[in-house]
């Protein structure tokens, strides 16, 4: 099956500053496909790329069937970082324009309206400014805009950025309905947690390169099981200094740790059970964070040079 998104060998300037390089990735269909990175790696660079906002300098984007993103326009949904809906409008009109623009019918337009402002608690907010509205609602509003007119390709970049634990647990149900329906999805964000619980594949990227890309379960067992997660009560300041130790992440009483291959993970525990309190101890495959810090740490210290 064709990729949904083919990216090859792209390569993007701006003046004396290449935001992305010799960037390659594939999209597989119905997936959620991470494009992962820190601030100012070129995720959004190449989301617009994608999106025929910028053009590359270098290397071919394909779009839905090999389609240009002119023709293919009407069946991607995508939800910029920098939010913005018409502000004057009211809600329900706006959400309804965005609807016709994409190729609906006015009837269907109006009950899909209905149906996403009424899921999301804003049917009372549907004759309201979208400037009267919160700036969660006002999220909201344009993630219904979004995925109102039921693409075939959702781009979403950084789509829980400050939202509230309620309402990204619903955009994250909904995000998830959507990948069961078929439709493709790329999800860019710097917050590893999400991505880890909602990708099946990633590219993660660091000042504009590709340094870690692949099905996120396959790349999680290529780690192996060498990470300790502990929850405990006391003094753990002492665990760092154990011997098989190579790296730990602290969060007060909870730990994460990069043990040696050869460490024994049953003397570990024992050792730490002498002077705390532990109520967890799990060996596990290394977080989808400790694996980001660590690529974008090897390749700053290949290459120091800044990028944006």
């Given at each position: 099956m064709s990729p949904v998104i083919s990216v090859s060998d792209v390569t993007k300037r701006f003046g004396d500053v290449t935001a992305v390089r010799e960037l390659s990735f594939e999209v597989p269909q119905g997936t959620i496909f991470g494009l992962l990175?820190?601030?100012?790696?070129?995720?959004?660079?190449?989301?617009?790329?994608?999106?025929?906002?910028?053009?590359?300098?270098?290397?071919?984007?394909?779009?839905?069937?090999?389609?240009?993103?002119?023709?293919?326009k009407d069946r991607i949904g995508y939800l910029p970082e920098e939010r913005g809906l018409y502000r004057k409008m009211k809600v329900g009109d706006v959400l309804r324009f965005f609807c016709e623009i994409k190729g609906?019918?006015?009837?269907?337009?109006?009950?899909?309206?209905?149906?996403?402002?009424?899921?999301?608690?804003?049917?009372?907010?549907?004759?309201?400014?979208?400037?009267?509205?919160?700036?969660?609602?006002?999220?909201?509003?344009?993630?219904?805009?979004?995925?109102?007119?039921?693409?075939d390709?959702?781009?979403?970049?950084?789509?829980?950025?400050?939202?509230?634990?309620?309402?990204?647990?619903?955009?994250?149900?909904?995000?998830?309905?959507?990948?069961?329906?078929?439709?493709?999805?790329?999800?860019?964000?710097?917050?590893?947690?999400?991505?880890?619980?909602?990708?099946?594949?990633?590219?993660?990227?660091?000042?504009?390169?590709?340094?870690?890309?692949?099905?996120?379960a396959e790349i999680k067992r290529s780690y192996g099981t060498d990470s300790v997660h502990i929850r405990y009560s006391g003094d753990g300041s002492f665990i760092e200094q154990l011997p098989g130790i190579e790296s730990v992440d602290d969060y007060a009483n909870y730990?994460?740790?990069?043990?040696?291959?050869?460490?024994?993970?049953?003397?570990?525990?024992?050792?730490?059970?002498?002077?705390?309190?532990?109520?967890r101890f799990e060996v596990v495959e290394p977080s989808l964070n400790r694996i980001f810090i660590e690529k974008v740490t090897q390749t700053d210290e290949q290459d120091p040079q800044d990028s944006a």
């Open positions: 990175g820190p601030n100012g790696a070129g995720k959004t660079t190449t989301l617009r790329m994608i999106l025929g906002i910028f053009l590359p300098d270098e290397g071919s984007i394909s779009v839905l069937d090999g389609q240009g993103v002119e023709e293919a609906v019918g006015k009837e269907t337009a109006r009950k899909s309206v209905n149906y996403w402002l009424d899921r999301f608690g804003l049917a009372d907010w549907e004759n309201k400014k979208v400037e009267e509205l919160s700036r969660g609602m006002q999220q909201k509003a344009q993630f219904i805009a979004t995925i109102i007119h039921q693409p390709l959702l781009i979403l970049d950084e789509p829980f950025s400050g939202m509230d634990p309620v309402s990204t647990a619903q955009m994250k149900d909904i995000v998830i309905e959507q990948k069961n329906a078929g439709t493709t999805i790329i999800l860019s964000t710097h917050i590893m947690e999400q991505a880890e619980k909602l990708c099946d594949e990633i590219c993660l990227i660091n000042k504009g390169t590709a340094v870690l890309k692949g099905s996120l730990i994460e740790l990069k043990v040696s291959r050869d460490a024994d993970a049953s003397a570990l525990l024992r050792e730490i059970c002498t002077k705390v309190a532990v109520t």
